[in-house]
């Protein structure tokens, strides 16, 4: 092997080094942090909750209202005309049981990002202080400024009393 062909390997796998040591630890930092990958699923245990009651979680930073319905309040969400709704959403299309017993919603108001508080007094669902947003049993918007129902994050029961919130099944990716 000659000596300038010697050296214009070296100089050429130094290039290839240099590269790879710069390109490395700018595709890592793309991947999602640990505490960021701890935060991406909850498991909530769902036994305590009473029917006709909520549990606020908290998930990724953001509260999250598990709530128990009632058979009422199920048929009460069910009987909603979806055509009246400023998002039109079924009461089915936001639950992932069939019985609807449980529905799970983001707790953040769709139009400023406010946390809405439940309704007392024998009313039911949830009112947006900050604005005046009123929100029916399902999450959907009923009144007030928002423009969007209460999103529903992916989730999905491995068993009657645990739900895990951030999949959409045990098999799915995060």
């Not at 991406?40 to 009651?53: F, H, M, N, Q």
């Not at 529903?152 to 799915?172: C, L, M, N, Q, W």
């Amino acid at each position: 092997m000659k000596r300038r062909d010697f050296l214009g390997l070296t100089t050429l796998s130094m290039a290839c080094m240099g590269l790879a040591s710069f390109v490395y630890p700018l595709v890592e930092s793309l991947n999602p942090s640990a505490d960021v990958m701890a935060q991406a699923t909850v498991e909530v245990d769902l036994s305590g909750i009473k029917e006709g009651s909520t549990k606020v979680v908290k998930w990724q930073g953001k509260p999250v209202f598990i709530r128990r319905r009632t058979s009422e309040e199920i048929k009460d969400a069910r009987a909603v005309n979806v055509a009246d709704l400023r998002d039109p959403q079924s009461d089915q299309q936001r639950t992932r049981l069939e019985s609807g017993e449980w529905l799970i919603v983001l707790g953040v108001c769709t139009h400023l990002g406010c946390v809405p508080v439940e309704l007392k007094n024998g009313k039911r669902g949830w009112y947006c202080p900050c604005h005046g947003s009123k929100y029916d049993t399902s999450g959907r918007v009923v009144s007030g400024p928002a423009p969007l129902n209460l999103p529903v994050p992916d989730h999905y029961f491995p068993d009657s009393s645990t739900v895990v919130i951030g999949k959409r099944s045990a098999e799915s990716a995060v």
